[in-house]
């Protein structure tokens, strides 16, 4: 099992950064992918971004342009820039892992806020 914790949320102006953390320990060794989603109150999970084990990355086109997934190996860590945020960017946001032949591994989430 993988262990998933993020961090890096908080509250932000329109137009600003964020810089969103996800570092996993655990069973790491076999993971294919990573990837980030989104929550916002009353909504379903939407899926934002995902980086693979070869580096190859998929965007939501909500946020396509704006955010960039990376993965740090050494560290065991994904991340997700955030720039030019807008108010609807307001949510939770989870990390998620895959591995194959298990089911996702996600952790507890960070709140991002953008205030108008």
């Known amino acids: 099992q993988v262990q998933l914790v993020e961090s890096g949320g908080g509250l932000v102006q329109a137009g600003g950064s964020l810089r969103l953390s996800c570092a996993a320990s655990?069973?790491?060794?076999?993971?294919?992918?990573w990837g980030w989603y989104r929550q916002a109150p009353g909504k379903q999970r939407d899926w934002v971004a995902t980086?693979?084990?070869?580096?190859?990355?998929k965007y939501a086109d909500s946020v396509k342009g704006r955010f960039t997934i990376s993965r740090d190996n050494a560290r065991n860590t994904v991340y997700l820039q955030m720039n030019s945020l807008k108010p609807e960017d307001t949510a939770v946001y989870y990390c998620?892992?895959?591995?194959?032949?298990?089911?996702?591994?996600w952790g507890q989430g960070t709140q991002v806020t953008v205030s108008s």
């Open positions: 655990g069973s790491i060794f076999s993971i294919d992918r």
């Open positions: 998620q892992t895959y591995q194959p032949g298990r089911p996702p591994s």
């Open positions: 980086i693979n084990s070869g580096g190859g990355t």
